[in-house]
């Protein structure tokens, strides 16, 4: 089949750009090289819709973070994703700092930021009992969300909407000819007029693929901490130190995640490997030192994970840390819409770049509007965010409500078997996990593992993966292991 547009990258951004033109009479395909969507920097982030603030005045930056997170409260609400406004401090701990952010105050109203507030020792007090600070900017545009559940939900939207969805499909080679893209992939061949270039880390090399050339993506680690939910009070919004001057990063912070942990990070690092996703040990203590700078009384004995995201960074490292979005039709390859440097805040500005990507396609090609368009996604409310009038009623009509898989996060045997039979056919126990929280809790999947390997081999015949092919969790059974071992001796 030919499509109008193929979208190369399931992340936020990607999914966000192929829901906003499924508002059209296009032919879309929307492809990914992983097993699942939000596998890129769109599942491993902070989960901030920023408002602008700390990002230059007059930059695309700027421009499409505000206009992305005006949309913010009603992308969601359409999506049935939780949305949370809670606001950001920027606090000072020495005098110093405190020219930085009147600064900071000035230009984010140069950019049109409302809601700004410099708040002195007994304001930040009364608002954060615990931080430990002498002054904060305050800025009350800022929200919190999921950014999976975004990403899992502008995907499920768009495919109801038309969109050809195809996982593990990475193209390896792109054939521009008579006005065509023709891609070949490890999933088969496909053509499309346009292509959009949303492939994350990975942006650069897909240009090459195109011939386009001279772009390079410099990948930047952050790690993070993740503090069990039971502390979730500690602190009403997020709080931010002031950042080092030319350091290009927000510096660590403390981050109120939707479903009640709090984030602590992310760092910095200029790394080799683009999907090098480790945590490190050296790099999680420095965390947890500046954290205390902030947050005195936290402690380490509640942290229940770290998790790594890789940014795609346009500015090498050691330069002055700052570099635009890049976002255009490539002016010698006609037809290529090209997204690169879609580092922080790429999630809040993801609607307004899928409104940007829209303008340039239909300069090609004709808008006509689709007239079965359907914005809603149904919510999906947890079992454990119901009352409990409400879960008891749940248990009596659907006896699969009854069971516990997750008790952290207590989530159903039949939120479980929903994750399982989703729509986009991802079947693993990270797709499980980031589809109803499964394993995220306390325990990290220490009890609930088992229970969905055992749900996975009932409702699939695949093998049964941690986060797709390649990533195997069984090699065999332990009396065919010890047969072999006693064969061979190996
Ligand atoms: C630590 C960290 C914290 C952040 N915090 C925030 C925040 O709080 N707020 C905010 O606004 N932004 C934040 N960001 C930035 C935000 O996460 C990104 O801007 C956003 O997720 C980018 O989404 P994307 O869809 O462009 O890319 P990605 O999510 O990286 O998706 C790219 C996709 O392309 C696919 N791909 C690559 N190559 C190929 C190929 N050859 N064939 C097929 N598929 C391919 C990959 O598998 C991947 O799924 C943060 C980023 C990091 C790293």
Same mark, same amino acid.
């Not at 979730?232 to 479903?259: C, E, F, Q, R, W």
């Not at 229970?451 to 409702?459: F, G, K, N, S, Y």
């Given at each position: 089949m030919d499509y109008d547009v193929i979208i190369v990258g399931a992340g936020v951004v990607g999914c966000a750009i192929a829901r906003e033109l499924s508002r059209y009479r296009w032919n879309i395909l929307l492809l990914d090289k992983e097993h699942d969507v939000t596998r890129g920097a769109s599942g491993r982030n902070s989960g901030v819709v920023h408002s602008g603030v700390q990002v230059p005045p007059g930059s695309l930056?700027?421009?499409?973070?505000?206009?992305?997170?005006?949309?913010?409260?009603?992308?969601?609400?359409?999506?049935? $994703?939780?949305?949370?406004?809670? +606001?950001?401090?920027?606090?000072?701990?020495?005098?110093?700092e405190l020219a930085t952010l009147a600064q900071m105050e000035k230009d984010a109203e140069k950019s049109g930021i409302a809601d700004l507030k410099i708040l002195d020792k007994p304001q930040l007090k009364q608002r954060e009992p615990y931080i430990n600070g002498i002054a904060a900017l305050s800025s009350q545009g800022e929200a919190i969300f999921s950014p999976y559940t975004l990403n899992i939900a502008l995907a499920e939207n768009a495919q109801l909407n038309g969109v050809h969805i195809k996982l593990n499909t990475q193209v390896s080679e792109i054939d521009r000819s008579k006005n065509k893209f023709k891609l070949i992939t490890n999933n088969g061949a496909y053509s499309g007029r346009y292509l959009v270039n949303r492939s994350g880390v990975w942006a650069d090399k897909l240009a090459e693929l195109a011939g386009i050339s001279g772009y390079r993506i410099y990948p930047c680690r952050g790690e993070d901490w993740?503090?069990?939910?039971?502390?979730?009070?500690?602190?009403?919004?997020?709080?931010?130190? $002031?950042?080092?001057? +030319?350091?290009?990063?927000?510096?660590?912070?403390?981050?109120?995640?939707?479903?009640?942990?709090?984030?602590? +990070?992310?760092?910095?690092?200029?790394? %080799?490997?683009?999907?090098?996703?480790?945590?490190?040990?050296?790099?999680?203590?420095?965390?947890?030192?500046?954290?205390?700078?902030?947050?005195?009384?936290?402690?380490?004995?509640?942290?229940?994970?770290?998790?790594?995201?890789?940014?795609?960074?346009?500015?090498?490292?050691?330069?002055?840390?700052?570099?635009?979005?890049?976002?255009?039709?490539e002016p010698k390859v006609k037809g290529f819409i090209n997204l690169l440097g879609i580092e922080s805040p790429g999630l809040s500005a993801a609607p307004a770049i899928a409104q940007l990507v829209r303008k340039l396609i239909a300069k090609g090609l004709k808008l006509e509007t689709n007239p079965d368009f359907n914005p809603i996604r149904k919510p999906k409310t947890s079992f454990n965010n119901l009352s409990i009038a409400k879960k008891a009623a749940q248990i009596k009509a659907d006896p699969l409500s009854g069971e516990m898989v997750c008790r952290c996060e207590q989530v159903t045997r039949r939120e $479980?078997?929903?994750?399982?039979? %989703?729509?986009?056919?991802?079947?693993?126990?990270?797709?499980?996990?980031?589809?109803?929280?499964?394993?995220?809790?306390?325990?990290? +999947?220490?009890?609930?593992?088992?229970?969905?390997?055992?749900?996975?081999?009932?409702?699939?015949?695949?093998?049964?993966?941690?986060?797709?092919?390649?990533?195997?969790?069984?090699?065999?059974?332990?009396?065919?292991?010890?047969?072999?071992?006693?064969?061979?001796?190996?």
């Open positions: 930056k700027a421009t499409l973070n505000i206009a992305g997170s005006k949309q913010f409260p009603k992308f969601c609400r359409e999506l049935g $994703v939780p949305y949370r406004r809670v +606001g950001k401090l920027i606090v000072a701990q020495h005098k110093r993740v503090r069990d939910k039971e502390w979730a009070k500690m602190i009403n919004s997020m709080v931010y130190p $002031v950042p080092v001057a +030319g350091s290009g990063g927000l510096g660590i912070h403390l981050t109120p995640a939707i479903d009640g942990n709090i984030l602590i +990070g992310p760092s910095a690092e200029y790394i %080799n490997g683009r999907e090098d996703y480790r945590t490190t040990r050296p790099i999680l203590n420095r965390l947890y030192r500046e954290a205390r700078q902030l947050l005195p009384s936290i402690d380490r004995r509640y942290f229940i994970a770290g998790y790594t995201g890789i940014r795609s960074k346009l500015c090498r490292p050691g330069s002055t840390g700052f570099s635009d979005f890049l976002i255009q039709e $479980v078997v929903a994750a399982i039979q %989703n729509t986009l056919g991802a079947k693993s126990v990270s797709a499980v996990k980031y589809r109803c929280r499964a394993g995220m809790g306390r325990c990290q +999947g220490g009890y609930c593992l088992p229970r969905i390997v055992d749900m996975l081999q009932e409702h699939t015949t695949e093998e049964i993966t941690l986060h797709g092919p390649g990533s195997h969790m069984f090699i065999g059974s332990t009396k065919e292991l010890l047969k072999c071992y006693s064969k061979t001796g190996n």
